[in-house]
């Protein structure tokens, strides 16, 4: 049967903005006659013309990053040491590969103001809108304003965000993976520091992440093209690199359609 691929993830790359100053990206780029002298140590005397093709060796980059740089799954350990009531998180490479690769679901919540909170009941009501009842280890991709917003100086501030309540409402229904478009799975920090600072309330911050701490679960961070999918009939595949006990890996994220 023929298949329709959707790429969900974003570039990495150093001129579009998608981070914070203090951790973008860094990626420098060596062309083929740049990599001469390091092919040297393997061949001694070869010039550059001289290899096959006569266009000198290799192309290759160089990339400095965070794991939570580009389209990316974190994984429990990154919200909490603990997770399930205590048990130790789990680091990216115990992260169960049955998790990545399961039916979508997609929540549109892009008429939503940036910074807005998404509760439990605003989840249902979607659900119910969409004609979609969840099933164990669906994967939950949450469609924010800032799926168009990446290169926009903004863009960390931009969308809507997961609280507790509405990340508990889809953990207690078995899913195990969720994901979103904005730069994190949380309403972006600029109007989280705002509320904490009115109410004295710390618990705010990061509460759809630390929703970890009672169940455990990996989102995706950074999506694209969420736009492109329908609330459902679709595979995600999202399989993270397997980085020893790290927070999070990064992702090549697709929609997978059967036509």
């Known amino acids: 049967m023929p298949r329709k691929f959707v790429d969900l993830s974003i570039y990495l790359e150093n001129e579009v903005i998608t981070d914070p100053p203090f951790m973008r990206p860094e990626i420098s780029y060596q062309t083929h006659h740049e990599t001469v002298e390091e092919a040297q140590t393997f061949f001694p005397g070869v010039e550059a013309d001289e290899f096959p093709g006569a266009e000198g060796f290799a192309a290759v980059?160089?990339?400095?990053?965070?794991?939570?740089?580009?389209?990316?799954l974190d994984a429990p350990w990154h919200f909490h040491p603990t997770m399930d009531g205590g048990e130790p998180a789990m680091t990216i490479d115990e992260v169960p590969l049955d998790w990545c690769f399961r039916p979508g679901v997609k929540l549109d919540f892009r008429h939503l103001a940036d910074g807005h909170v998404v509760t439990a009941d605003e989840v249902a009501a979607e659900l119910e809108r969409v004609g979609v009842e969840l099933k164990p280890l669906d994967i939950v991709l949450i469609n924010t304003a800032a799926g168009k917003a990446v290169g926009d100086p903004n863009y960390i501030n931009i969308g809507c965000g997961m609280g507790y309540e509405a990340t508990m409402y889809l953990l207690e229904r078995g899913v195990k993976v969720t994901g979103t478009d904005?730069?994190?799975?949380?309403?972006?920090?600029?109007?989280?520091?705002?509320?904490?600072?009115?109410?004295?309330?710390?618990?705010?911050?990061?509460?759809?992440?630390?929703?970890?701490?009672?169940i455990?679960?990996?989102?995706?961070?950074?999506?694209?093209n969420l736009e492109a999918l329908p609330a459902f009939g679709f595979m995600v595949s999202c399989f993270p690199h397997k980085i020893k006990g790290a927070s999070a890996g990064w992702t090549r994220a697709v929609a997978i359609f059967d036509e």
């Open 216 to 224: 455990g679960y990996c989102h995706l961070e950074k999506l694209h």
């Open 61 to 72: 980059e160089t990339v400095k990053l965070s794991t939570h740089n580009g389209t990316h």
């Open 182 to 214: 904005a730069w994190s799975w949380d309403a972006p920090f600029s109007y989280t520091a705002k509320k904490v600072k009115a109410t004295g309330d710390t618990s705010l911050i990061w509460e759809g992440h630390k929703a970890g701490r009672d």
